[in-house]
């Protein structure tokens, strides 16, 4: 099964809008453990479930060429439109049959997505098109968001948490495989030489515009939206609300400190 829970032109313009790029020391971790398994020449790398290609924009300058995959078509023309590198190329697709040969991609990535994919799948189909010490980083972050301003204390992550408890009912069970720092997809990979590092703290300067857009990305929240219009704007709209009085702004542009932890699966295939 495929879930299609991405599809629309109006949810695919949000997540070009508002998705995070990873920060760089994820990046980093993931290319140092690519030069130390593999080395070059970095060939060709491929960004598996990219949305509108923001990790995939991330990797371009470090290979020859990047290929952006995704099974939503939305996502696709959304990523074509955003201004990047000529190395960059998306196509629509599934992780679970790629248009590759057999031994030919340097580095599979997946940023926020492994966890919609049919692992068994895409598992035989990463060893299919790998090249011997080619490798994969499965990378993310959790739900679990931590709002700071001045004096405020805990008052924004509780705001935040509130958010996140009603729209509970509507997330998918997938979700949850994500917010496990992919454990079982860990432990069904079949490369022996392989790590999971669960816990890369990060923090960002990010508005409150930007932050309930994050969160009207969300799977969980456009379900919501689909089921219960009203309310689910009404949800965010009274987020907004608290979130000035706490901070005693009057600007929904205002920053805040947002932290989180990313997640990254690294898995090398054996030579
Ligand atoms: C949560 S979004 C993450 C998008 C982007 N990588 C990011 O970091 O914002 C998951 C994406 O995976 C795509 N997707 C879901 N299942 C897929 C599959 N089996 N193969 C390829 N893409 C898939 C969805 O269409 C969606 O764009």
């Not at 695919?12 to 508002?18: C, F, G, I, R």
């Not at 994919?117 to 299919?128: G, S």
């Not at 924004?156 to 009603?166: P, T």
């Not at 608290?242 to 929904?252: D, K």
Request: net charge negative; glycine share 6%.
């Amino acid at each position: 099964m495929t879930y299609r829970l991405f599809e629309e032109k109006h949810h695919a313009t949000l997540y070009q809008k508002y998705r995070l790029t990873p920060p760089n020391e994820v990046k980093e971790l993931v290319l140092q453990y690519l030069d130390k398994k593999k080395g070059p020449p970095h060939e060709l790398a491929v960004d598996l479930g990219c949305g509108t290609g923001q990790n995939t924009r991330l990797f371009a300058p470090h290979f020859q060429k990047l290929v952006g995959i995704d099974v939503s078509e939305q996502q696709v023309q959304e990523a074509r439109a955003i201004p990047g590198l000529d190395n960059i190329t998306y196509r629509a697709g599934t992780a679970e049959e790629l248009p590759f040969p057999d031994g030919s991609v340097d580095l599979l990535t997946a940023a926020s997505a492994a966890h919609w994919f049919n692992a068994e799948r895409f598992l035989k189909e990463a060893d299919r098109v790998l090249k011997p010490s080619g490798c994969m980083a499965l990378l993310g972050y959790t739900e679990h968001f931590s709002l700071h301003h001045g004096s405020c204390g805990d008052r924004l992550k509780n705001i935040y948490a509130e958010v996140m408890k009603a729209l509970m009912p509507y997330r998918n069970t997938r979700v949850a495989v994500a917010n496990s720092k992919l454990e079982d997809l860990f432990k069904a990979i079949p490369f022996p030489d392989k790590e999971r590092i669960e816990c890369i703290p990060v923090k960002m300067q990010m508005s409150i515009n930007a932050a309930l857009g994050l969160v009207e990305t969300f799977s969980m929240y456009q379900t919501y939206l689909r089921t219960e219009p009203q309310a689910a704007t009404a949800l965010l709209e009274s987020a907004k609300m608290r979130l000035l009085e706490e901070m005693g702004v009057s600007s929904p542009d205002t920053e805040m400190e947002v932290s989180t932890d990313y997640y990254c699966v690294l898995a090398c295939k054996p030579h």
